[in-house]
Structures are given as C-alpha cells and as structure tokens.
C-alpha cells in the first residue's frame, strides 16, 4: 500500500493511453475519470489492465460514454477495435498490439496499421448514472447522473474512488468516502448504508467477502452486520452467478478465510447448505468428532501451500498442518493447484454428515463417507450451476478415491495395492495423491509421520509402474472381444466376470500379463463357470 498526491498520481497515470483519452474527452467537452479496480490497484501497488473510465455530460448529452469511446477509436485508427452497447450506454475500445506503457508518439504512428491480437489493452466507457432498485430485482433503473451518483452505486469504498484525466485536472483525486484510508487500513466496507447497497444488489454480498479474502482485509462491523441481515437476499441471486463468485474466492491465496465469513453470515447454510452442515461437533459418552467443516478448510489450505510454499492461513481449530518432505504439486503436474482439485479438496469429506454413526467400541465413524459423497457431486454441481462435464467428473473421482492412498499408507504398502489404485486414478494419480497428502491433519505425531513416510514409498512404486508403461501392463493383452469369439458368448454377465478375473489377476501380478498364462487362468475360469467341459 502506498499513498500518492495528486501530483504523482498525474506521474503514474503519464502513459500513452491516457493522454489520448483526455484528448478524445477535451475534444467533446466532457468530464472523464477513470475508476474502478484500476485506481484501486495503483495504491496498492498491484499491475493492472483493467481500465474503466466514467464520462460525467454537464450538458445532458445522450451516451457521454460512447461518444468518447468512438473518438478514441478515431484517434488511435486501425490498431484499435470498437464495440458499442447502445442499451447499456456503454463501450469498449480494445488497442491491439501493445501494452498499457505505450508512448503516444508509438502509438499514433501506428494508428494506421491493421489491428495485432498478439496483446491488447481493452478501456470500458460508461456515463456517469444513478440507479435505483425493485426489491424483487437486481437489475436497476438506471438515469444519467453526475460523478457524486456514480460514486454513491459503487459497491464498497475502495471500488469507488476516482482520478479525472481531462488535461485541466489531470491525476486529481475523487475519494469522497476515503477509499485510500480504508485501502491503508485493510477495511471493506460500503459508500452508503450497507443493508441498502447488499439488498439492491444481493451478489454485492458474494463481492464483499471476495474482495476481503482476496486482499486479506476485515470487513468493517457494521457491514458484516448487513451481511448477516440481509442473507436471505441472496436467493434472487442466479446459481451461476453464485458459482462464478465461489470459483474467484476459491482461487484466492487462502479461500478458507472467504468459506469462514460465508458461514458466519449465514450466506453458505444459503447457497452452500452441504458444507455449512459440517460446522459443528457431537458428543456421546465422552466422545466428540472432528468438526469437519474446520478439517476439510484446513485440507485446502494444505492442498494450496504445497503449491505455493505458503503457510496455511489458521481456519479456527488448533490442529497443525502438515508440510511434506515430497515433491510439491506444482513440480508434479507444472503449476498451483487447479480449480477443480479446489473444490475436490472442499467436497472430500461432505459424505460424512450422511455416514455418521456411533459405534459404543470404536466411538464415531464415518464408513464409506467417500463413496457416499461422490454420489452427492452431480447433485451438488448440477444445483450450484457448477459444470456437468469432465470438471465434474474429476471432482467426482477425487472424492471417491481420497481414501485409497491413506489405506495404502496405513498398511503394509504393496504392489497389488498400489497397482489398482493407479489403474483406477489413471491420469489423475498426481492430484490425488496431492489432495490425500493434504488430508493429513491428525495431532498425532508418530502416526503423521508414519503416513508421510510410507506416502514416500507408494509414490516410488507409482514411478516404478510409470517407467514400465503401467497403462499397458495394467490392461490384460486379451479383450472382451477375444472371450466372446473364444466362448461364442454374446455381451453378457459371464463376459464381465471373466474379464475382471484376468483384471485381477494381472493386478494382484499373479501371473505375467502375458496370453499363455492368462489363457490357461482364462480356461479354469470358464469351465468354474460352465462355459466349456
């Protein structure tokens, strides 16, 4: 974070770019500020490209926004696209070719040259409006306004401050609800009254704890307390939307801390009701379970910092999280955890609250809590507008297959053991093995430790199967095909069975996958299941 005069604001904002849309505003007479997450980012010293100008019309002119926009694009010539939204009064101008730095000179020397897609800086042009809402409706009235009531709809202090580019004022400041103190003091908080600004736009809720987790900042008292008021708002809300809010909290550097203000808002009992249902820890006898909404932020803060060579942020329990002496994920499969292992992390343990039962010996359990929740998976992305496809997939298998690496691990690690996991997880045995590592959150040293060490000894067999092609040996060399010519059998029960024995038998490396000695298993198979004499 860093404070500027206007002055050095003027300096920073000395780029091509600018200087051209002050001319294109100057040329209409009209009043340009740029606005927006680019001015916040400038204090906080974080790069952007995400340009968005507001053009304030004194004289009442139609579309202040487009008209800018298309004087722009007449200024800077070939080298730049235009679109306009005449419903919306907005326009955007997309310069090809060069970054946001470009010289003036540069870039009116190319003015004439057809238009580069190798990079591109895109500037959205709206006017200065005012809106108003229908409790029933997150879609506004929306009026010509002055700058004050464009500042007044924005949704939160550090989104609403202003820099006038006009050559008069150029780098002046406009920050009418001290969006820089707030910047300086890691606040978020609302323009207005927050229970106005959170009922009229219900998503700005979604926006509030995702700007607080992505900056690491406290959401000021009063408008968590709106938060809190005004959850049931959020139901107006489209599912996609919702999604689309989770995703960009889930890829923040500690999600955990956005799934923490969710729950206590009373937001993800709404929107995620699976996960909220975690939040809490039974007794009997004596004996209380995890709280397993803690343990599954905990895994995700695990499953990140193996990645990222961060600690992971406290999620409210006191248990530990594990660091592991094995390759890091980001060297295993070449970058930070992807979205989808993500949310597998996040829905590796939602089977639990359906499995739990009391057992008077072995106290509470939680049997084929796995199995269960990925069966919850379709359900759950198909109603939070999550994707159905192979995203869904994955996440599926992840959560289906968590457990089997911590079997292995736990017990003596063989061959057999490690062969059918791999040939299960097939192409996705690194992220699997990344999600189960991250799931060890137990207190117990002894037994952390015998996890990470034999976690180490499935991972060289899984290399050990890898180096001797292990797709192609796992697969027995006779086919389905094969047994219906060789027992003139049509698709049947019989087929599978004598398909999965050759399976297992290769598996459990009985024999060599080789076809000798699987057609004579084949063969003691068949007549067992009377299908030769």
């Known amino acids: 974070m860093k404070d500027y005069t206007d002055a050095e604001l003027a300096e920073l904002l000395d780029k091509d770019i600018f200087h051209m849309i002050s001319e294109a505003a100057d040329s209409l007479g009209l009043e340009c ?67 946001i730095n470009e010289s003036a ?3 009116r020397e190319r003015a004439g040259e057809e238009a580069v897609e190798e990079s591109s800086i895109e500037i959205e042009f709206v006017g200065a409006r005012k809106e108003s809402y229908q409790r029933d409706s ?35 400041l406009v920050d009418p609800f001290g969006g820089v103190d707030d910047l300086y003091d890691g606040i978020i908080r609302t323009p207005l009254d927050p229970d106005i600004t959170f009922s009229d736009d219900p998503l700005r809720m979604l926006r509030c704890i995702r700007f607080a987790t992505r900056f690491n900042f406290l959401i000021e008292d009063e408008t968590f307390e709106a938060l809190e008021r005004n959850a049931e708002r959020i139901k107006i809300i489209s599912g996609e939307r919702i999604a689309e809010e989770l995703n960009k909290i889930l890829m923040t550097k500690h999600p955990s801390r956005g799934f923490v203000d969710l729950q206590r808002s009373g937001l993800l009992a709404i929107i995620f009701p699976e996960l909220s249902q975690m939040d809490m820890v039974e007794t009997k006898n004596g004996r209380a379970h995890k709280n397993n909404f803690y343990h599954t932020l905990e895994v995700l ?5 193996q990645t990222t060579n961060t600690q992971p942020a406290p999620t409210g329990t006191n248990e530990t999280s594990v660091g592991s002496p094995a390759p890091s994920l980001r060297e295993r499969a070449g970058g930070e955890a992807p979205l989808w ?39 759950i992305f198909r109603r939070m507008k ?57 207190k117990n040293q002894q037994r952390k430790q015998k996890f990470l060490d034999n976690y180490q000894l499935v991972r060289q067999k899984i290399e050990d199967l890898k180096e001797k092609d292990f797709k192609r040996l796992l697969q027995p060399v006779i086919d389905g095909n094969e047994i219906m010519e060789m027992y003139n059998l049509k698709p049947s029960r019989e087929v ?31 007549k067992e299941l009377g299908l030769v004499k």
């Open 33 to 99: 500020y740029v606005v927006g997450g680019y001015v916040r980012d400038i204090f906080l010293e974080k790069p952007s490209d995400d340009i968005d100008c507001v053009v304030v019309a004194p004289n009442g002119m139609p579309s202040p926004g487009i008209a800018v926009a298309k004087s722009l694009k007449k200024r800077l010539g070939k080298k730049a696209s235009l679109s306009v939204f005449k419903n919306f009064g907005t326009a955007q101008v997309k310069v090809y070719g060069r970054d």
């Open 341 to 379: 292992l993500r949310w597998a992390a996040v829905l590796h343990d939602i089977g639990k609250p359906k499995s739990k039962r009391w057992d008077p010996v072995q106290g509470w359990t939680f049997h084929a809590h796995n199995i269960i929740g990925a069966k919850m998976i379709p359900g």
């Open 301 to 305: 803060e695990n499953l990140i910092s």
């Open 138 to 172: 997150r879609k506004p009235i929306v009026e010509d306004g002055t700058l004050e009531d464009d500042q007044n709809r924005r949704d939160f202090t550090i989104n609403a401050m202003a820099i006038c580019l006009n050559k008069s004022r150029f780098g002046e």
């Open 105 to 107: 000179s540069s870039l």
């Open 496 to 526: 599978g069975i004598l398909k999965q024995y050759l399976k297992d038998a290769v598996l459990d490396n009985k024999v060599e996958n080789e076809r000798e000695p699987l057609l004579a298993l084949l063969n003691e198979k068949a």
């Open 386 to 442: 999550l994707p159905m496809d192979a995203k869904m997939k994955f996440v599926q298998k992840m959560v289906e297959l968590h457990m089997r690496p911590i079997a292995i691990a736990d017990d003596i690690v063989t061959d057999s053991a490690v062969r059918r996991m791999v040939n299960d997880a097939g192409d996705d045995i690194d992220a699997l093995m990344a999600l189960c590592e991250a799931d060890i959150t137990s």
